[in-house]
């Protein structure tokens, strides 16, 4: 009952018109959540085609027919399968998707249908497409049973390549949301197959977790009308590229009239936020997380979107608000018992404004993270030094970020102009253990301008701050967090920030 509450299962060795390789039916009454990994072999979609002339005419009118008996003797096979786990509640579907890789076999429908027709199912999480180009949903899918599911998960990689529009996908997931929408309570989905216009004439009356990932689609319905059908909502999610020579439209506007009950919502995370949204000036009070940031990340446009993006043949626009535009919708909103806050911006005359705001309005904000952006014609961060972030941190006439007596962790990416991309290797390889001279100064240099800034943020920042963090660039357009520890010995001289060793520090890749 321990060892095989969770299960993994190949996928390709289940699909199969031979004997199925499975887990032995002597375990089912103990599986609890089950895993498929891999591409399934796809025995319903024809091997052959036209231009494979070795066949004769009989092979290749019979070669459909027998692979088509064969789909539909495994799929049964797998629904007699899930329906004797007595205590299968969870379902989960990964297919290893690379960023270009666009020719991904997808889910067969036996295989969707077995799960989403166990009677005990209430989570299904997909990772990758949902289905093959050549799919077409069967005549009797409408007649298909469905659990009522309480999580339903489809992600691809928020990669870089152009969105797939298959018809059928969006087919598929109208047929499961149409039916799974009362129960639901956690749903994740890309945006480009997603049935927006159908969902919004649905009710969801337990949902709780909305999130839409991709390329933001051009409707001209917004997306408050389908907002308004989910009353619980308490995580809202939209984490949406900009398609180019487009701007970001709001999610609620001014000429909306109806209502739209978001009381409940706790998180709220919005790229590329639009000014005039109204959806700003009816947050919650409560409201404890507000993420606004860009995606994908403003950098990341200028270092890797211009080369790849355009081969691949995807359009994004490097949409990014000011410090004007950002102070704007944070003194629309009324929100002071927010305990996270994320803002991406490039900075203006109304840069110090921003940061006052900021110190003033959350008094009870444990973490912060900030993408700022030099403005035009700027040359050092006014950071380090007796520069302009004395008058952010100790103006003793205007609350400031030095009085968020609750703040623990500040992660920043400052756009340092004298920043260098470090090249690091794995602790495993010859060049980490014997550096060359230039990677050395790299590392020396980038080590120098971080700690000096963090320094400057342990002296004047309150003595609730536990960690400081800063983006460093590296080599091939990868970022790394470079956390420090904020050290005060007690009684002795002022907090300094000491960084953690190079093992604690993590990568991330692009979207930092």
């Given amino acids: 009952p321990v060892l095989f509450r969770k299960c993994l299962v190949e996928s390709k060795l289940l ?6 390789e499975f887990i032995p039916p002597s375990l089912w009454p103990y599986i609890q959540e089950l895993d498929f990994y891999g591409f399934f072999a796809r025995r319903d979609l024809p091997k052959y085609k036209d231009e494979d002339y070795e066949l004769n005419d009989s092979e290749r009118i019979l070669d459909p027919l027998r692979r088509s008996i064969a789909a539909k003797k ?25 960023e270009y890789d666009l020719d991904v076999p997808g889910i067969p429908w036996y295989v969707l249908a077995a799960v989403l027709g166990t009677a005990g199912m209430r989570s299904i999480a997909i990772g990758g497409p949902i289905c093959h180009p050549d799919d077409r949903l069967p005549p009797d899918a409408e007649f298909v049973s469905i659990a009522p599911l309480e999580t339903f998960h489809l992600e691809r990689p928020l990669s870089l390549h152009p969105p797939r529009r298959i018809p059928t996908e969006r087919e598929t997931l109208h047929l499961i949301l149409s039916r799974a929408c009362r129960s639901l309570q956690r749903l994740i989905l890309p945006s480009e197959p997603s049935p927006l216009t159908a969902m919004e004439t649905w009710d969801w009356p337990a949902l709780r977790d909305f999130s839409l990932r991709g390329e933001r689609k051009n409707r001209s319905r917004p997306l408050v009308k389908l907002l308004r059908k989910m009353p619980r909502l308490r995580t809202l999610s939209l984490v949406l590229a900009e398609p180019a020579r ?79 535009k950002m102070l704007d919708i944070l003194k629309r909103s009324q929100t002071p018992q927010l305990t996270d806050l994320e803002l ?105 301008t971080m700690t000096r800034a963090a320094d400057v943020f342990a002296k004047t920042l309150s003595s609730s701050l536990e ?46």
């Fill in 74 to 98: 495994l799929g049964k096979f797998i629904y007699e399968a899930l329906a004797s786990m007595p205590r299968l509640h969870s379902v989960r579907i990964v297919q290893p998707v690379w």
């Fill in 246 to 324: 487009s701007s970001p439209p709001p999610i609620w506007p001014s000429s909306f009239s109806g209502r739209c009950q978001i009381q409940n919502l706790e998180k709220l995370t919005v790229t590329h936020p639009n000014p005039d949204d109204e959806l700003y000036a009816h947050l919650p009070g409560t409201l404890r997380r507000l993420s606004l940031p860009c995606w994908p990340r403003y950098y990341v446009h200028h270092c890797i979107l211009r080369e790849y993006m355009t081969e691949a043949g995807a359009k994004w626009s490097p949409a990014i608000l000011t410090s004007s």
């Fill in 15 to 20: 699909d199969k018109s031979e004997d199925p």
């Fill in 344 to 448: 991406e911006y490039q900075a203006d005359d109304d840069d110090a404004k921003l940061w006052r705001h900021v110190g003033s309005s959350y008094p009870l904000l444990t973490g912060l993270r900030v993408h700022r952006y030099r403005a035009d014609g700027e040359l050092e961060v006014p950071v380090v030094g007796a520069l302009a972030f004395q008058s952010l941190t100790r103006s003793s006439r205007t609350p400031s970020l030095a009085r968020s007596r609750k703040l623990k962790l500040l992660m920043l990416h400052l756009d340092f102009a004298d920043l260098p991309a470090v090249t690091l290797y794995d602790d495993g390889m010859d060049e980490m253990q014997h550096p060359l001279p230039e990677q050395t100064r790299q590392l020396t240099q980038s080590m120098a």
């Fill in 467 to 512: 960690y400081i963090c800063f983006l460093r660039p590296l080599r091939h357009e990868e970022r790394q967090w470079v956390t420090f520890n904020v050290v005060r010995d007690a009684g002795v001289g002022e907090p300094r920030a000491e960084p953690f060793e190079a093992r604690h520090t993590y990568k991330l890749y692009g979207y930092s």
